[in-house]
């Protein structure tokens, strides 16, 4: 007997925002499962951070449907939901030790001072404070002012915590840190997460899935890998790392598999693409998919792939050293005047000398490209 699948902690529904003439949501609908973690991303004033609040009943919506664990908590007051949170500005009382910001939440709920002494040394022994329990927020670094903040919000064990850009304020080396450590605690509770940032970076290794988010509409829901591998629209596949374009027009001659693409001068199979004859489309790839060599036939992969396809002449017009490889800039007549570029391990370049001014080989593998309408 198979079994049935379990019903999402959170769904959002039609939630649409408005302020006054401007629509900062439209239509927004997805699902959340019981323990995950969900990164919000998208760039300034895509509505990440309404979508938020509107789910801790902070900026009630328009309207559209709100349901956590079973509940509708659409018209709730904040008071009323099941929810901890933590801002970016990180919101601790300055009066107050951290002792007395954690405990916060647990006078409020009437817990007694027997249980609340318990509970906020077990919190300050999770966030890895426990000799700091006298200190006030000025007397804090930005991470720990950021833990206690954390403490805080899990104090009275909220099955939902909401995270606004949390990492936000800090410098890289603790942000790195920290994001390891939130993981890592969320994954210990197994509360179920919703952080909004504007990191890439901090979504694609924090969370189990990630909502993209563009002028208050969603682009696309999928996990880190889903979301670069495989980006749905052009906008996700220009947002989310490095990207090169190359404009063209589909071809009426089919190829093995996908599509067969012209640009400028060179045809190129493509596997992920419509049959759509005369279509103007950008074909995209990834830097790191793009296989260069100094003589051809020699093309360096570490994948099986069809090298023997999709071959041009380029030069190479520039390269730029970004530590862990090298990121050349590479043009082609036979691609007409678009630059693309290319990024090649240091081992590479030494060993097939790779330098500005050269003469390569390049293939762009058809399994590597995806085609958009332009």
Request: charged share 20%.
């Amino acid at each position: 007997m198979s079994e049935q699948p379990t019903a999402p902690y959170l769904r959002i529904r039609s939630l649409t925002k408005k302020f006054g003439h401007f629509t900062a949501l439209s239509g927004v609908e997805f699902d959340v499962n019981e323990g995950e973690f969900v990164c919000f991303l998208g760039p300034s004033g895509c509505g990440k951070t309404t979508l938020l609040r509107a789910i801790a009943g902070l900026d009630v919506q328009t309207h559209g449907q709100i349901e956590q664990a079973g509940r509708d908590i659409s018209a709730l007051p904040p008071s009323e939901r099941d929810f901890g949170i933590v801002f970016q500005s990180y919101a601790l009382f300055p009066n107050l030790t951290v002792t007395k910001n954690i405990a916060y939440g647990l006078e409020n709920a009437k817990y007694t001072r027997t249980e609340i002494r318990t509970r906020v040394t077990e919190l300050l022994e999770l966030v890895g404070m426990p000799d700091q329990s006298d200190k006030h927020p000025s007397q804090l670094s930005g991470g720990q002012q950021q833990r206690v903040a954390l403490a805080r919000a899990i104090a009275i064990s909220p099955n939902l915590l909401l995270l606004d850009e949390p990492l936000s304020a800090l410098d890289a080396k603790v942000r790195v840190k920290l994001r390891h450590e939130i993981k890592d605690l969320q994954a210990q509770l197994g509360v179920t997460t919703i952080m909004v940032t504007h990191d890439q970076e901090e979504a694609l290794t924090m969370a189990d899935r990630i909502v993209i988010l563009n002028n208050g509409v969603i682009e696309q829901v999928g996990t880190p890998e889903e979301i670069y591998h495989v980006p749905a629209t052009q906008f996700v596949a220009d947002f989310i790392g490095t990207m090169n374009f190359l404009p063209g027009n589909t071809l009426g001659i089919p190829s093995t598999e996908g599509v067969r693409v012209k640009i400028g001068d060179t045809e190129l199979d493509c596997d992920h693409g419509e049959q759509l004859p005369g279509k103007q489309v950008l074909a995209s790839i990834r830097p790191e998919d793009i296989l260069v060599s100094s003589s051809q036939g020699h093309l360096a992969t570490d994948a099986d792939t069809n090298i023997d396809k999709n071959i041009i002449e380029a030069t190479v017009e520039g390269v730029e050293f970004l530590g862990a490889f090298v990121r050349a800039t590479l043009w082609s007549p036979q691609l007409g005047p678009v630059r693309f570029v290319a990024d090649l391990s240091a081992n590479l370049m030494r060993a097939e000398k790779i330098s500005t001014g050269m003469k390569v080989s390049v293939s762009f593998p058809p399994q590597s490209i995806r085609v958009y309408a332009a």
